[in-house]
């Protein structure tokens, strides 16, 4: 008997009715709406605590199971369908995923556009809809080796504000190449190209390629303020007036490999200021390692009140075969250069 009362000295007190059971250290009786009534103004109720991890291995949880998360730090209960936090929100779960299938070559299209397909989804609650779709895009659409590609997802699915927005998968592995040749001037309508986007100059509606979102990796920029340009009616020309105009040919991806440069039905450029043969139309392309190859032209007419005419003897193709080309210089004087393509390729 002394050892039960001791005992008692020591514990909190026990208070019941006939069908509520009150825990405390006062003595008081339990509310009559409770079956279990803690009270204390010193200490607090303290819940099974467990990983989030430990937390979904409970087997079949009851309606109105409590927790205390540690991974969240914060206390969840069963609604019935998931756990959810007190505030009747769903809580957010953080998922996993298997790395994503990706085509990291492809042959160049003017696109940053990647081929890819999303990995398995890990850790969804079973029984929830959620679904995963992936977009990769490369760091730009030029021509190169270990270029980044980025894959973004995009969780799907009724439940899928339920989840954690999934971290973005990043490989420097991706390549663009080129399928051979490119033709420098791209297609046109109506006067104006189409399929890029070009700055247009001051004189004769001229355009010159501005580096855009072409297909080309190539880009051809005026070096010299003269009137002239690259004109887009009928055929593509290269023209220039009394002074000498300089377009120079360059790569987004470096050096290059210049193949050919084809013209034909090459005009001059009439003009009425007074001319001298050392005045005679010409083309000349110059690399920047010194090569070179000239489009010569003959006087045909020649007049000081009326002007000159003159006429190319050599046209078409010019097989050049120039390899590791960082630049080409396209000079030009009194020279329509009607047509058309520049053979190029890729180192």
């Known amino acids: 008997m002394k050892k039960i009362i001791l005992f008692g000295l020591f514990c909190v007190s026990f208070a019941s009715t006939s069908q509520s059971v ?6 008081s009786a339990p509310n009559a709406s409770a079956i279990l009534d803690v009270s204390s103004t010193t200490k607090g109720f303290l819940p099974p605590r467990m990983t989030q991890f430990q937390r979904d291995l409970i087997a079949n949880p009851a309606v109105g199971l409590m927790i205390y998360n540690t991974t969240t730090h914060l206390p969840n209960y069963f609604n019935g369908t998931a756990w959810a936090l007190f505030s009747n929100e769903p ?9 994503p299938t990706i085509t990291t070559s492809k042959i160049i299209d003017g696109t940053t556009n990647a081929q890819v397909t999303a990995g398995t989804l890990i850790g969804l609650i079973p029984g929830d809809n959620v679904t995963v779709s992936a977009v990769a895009t490369y760091d730009t659409p030029f021509v190169g080796t270990g270029k980044t590609i980025t894959v973004t997802y995009t969780l799907g699915g009724s439940d899928a504000l339920n989840y954690l927005v999934l971290p973005n998968f990043v490989t420097t592995e991706g390549e663009i190449i080129t399928d051979g040749n490119y033709t420098i001037l791209d297609q046109y309508t109506n006067g104006v190209p189409t ?11 001229q355009y010159i390629d501005a580096e855009s979102a072409d297909a080309s990796p190539f880009v051809l920029t005026k070096q010299t303020p003269h009137e002239g340009g690259i004109l887009f009616y ?6 220039s007036a ?10 987004t991806s470096g050096s290059f490999d210049f193949t050919s440069f ?5 005009e001059t450029y009439w003009t009425a200021e007074p001319l001298t043969d050392t005045d005679l139309p010409y083309i000349t392309l110059i690399t920047n390692n010194g090569l070179t190859v000239t489009y010569s032209s003959e006087l045909m007419f020649y007049d000081p009140e009326w002007g000159a005419d003159f006429y190319f003897s050599n046209p078409g193709v010019k097989a050049l075969n120039w390899n590791d080309v960082e630049w080409v210089d396209i000079k030009t004087r009194h020279t329509k250069a009607k047509t058309r393509d520049f053979v190029l390729s890729v180192n």
Do not use: C, H, K, P
Not at 22 to 27: Q, W, Y
Not at 242 to 251: A, C, G, I, K, V
Not at 262 to 266: K, T
């Open 242 to 251: 009394y002074d000498e105009n300089t377009f120079r040919l360059t790569s």
């Open 234 to 239: 009928d055929t593509t020309e290269l023209i």
């Open 91 to 99: 809580i957010i779960q953080s998922l996993s995923i298997t790395d």
């Open 22 to 27: 009150g825990i405390n250290v006062d003595g």
């Open 195 to 205: 399929g890029t986007a070009y700055q247009q100059l001051t004189y004769y509606n």
């Open 262 to 266: 084809i013209l034909e039905n090459l």
